[in-house]
């Protein structure tokens, strides 16, 4: 009897052993994944680190294009002024001509 129950318990235990010895497998799978991802999160990481100053640098030239667009802007506006006060320009000169030669 007490044998039987020894060999219960040993069967028992044997399975426990089994189970445990598998979720140790599967653990240890776990660990080489996580150092796998860990190693890619951290390529990755030092990639974003070196592109963080090019990132910063088209960021700056973005907003150097941006304030060159609104100077051209007004440029132009202000070229088209000056466009049309010289075409006045030459009509006043072309009218003071004109009744020059009359006169």
Known sequence: EQCSTLASELEIATDDAEHLRSELAKAL?????????????????RKVDQAAPAAAKLKTMKEQCSTLASELELATGEAERLRAFLAETRVAETDVESSSSTA
């Open 29 to 45: 799978v776990a660990k080489d994944e996580l150092i796998v991802l860990t190693a890619r999160a951290e390529k990755l990481q």
